[in-house]
């Protein structure tokens, strides 16, 4: 246990921030399995879309600090490289 008030008053900003990013992480992979799926399934169209919106959440998740700013932009990048994968050979998916 802390001995001094503001390490408690930290300790419950800690959890509250743990929080907080477990919930955006958990959030942003829901929407990576997503975008996995429309691949799978072959709507590029619709990738395409779900793509921008994705990148908006990983950006934002940047913003806020939850991702180090070289981890969102090598997810984007990876997604971006599945896709034009996915597109150009449409029976080859992972």
Do not use: C, W
């Not at 921030?17 to 958990?26: C, E, I």
């Not at 959440?57 to 806020?64: F, S, Y």
Request: glycine share 2%.
């Amino acid at each position: 246990m802390p001995v001094h008030h503001s390490a408690f008053k930290q300790i419950k900003k800690d959890r509250k921030k743990t929080l907080r990013n477990k919930q955006v992480k958990s959030s942003l992979r829901t929407y990576i399995k997503k975008f996995d799926t429309l691949l799978t399934e072959q709507k590029f169209e619709e990738a395409k879309k779900y793509l921008s919106l994705l990148m908006a959440k990983i950006n934002k998740a940047k913003t806020k600090g939850v991702l180090h700013k070289n981890t969102a932009r090598r997810k984007i990048s990876r997604l971006h490289k599945k896709l034009n994968q996915a597109i150009l050979s449409p029976g080859k998916t992972n």
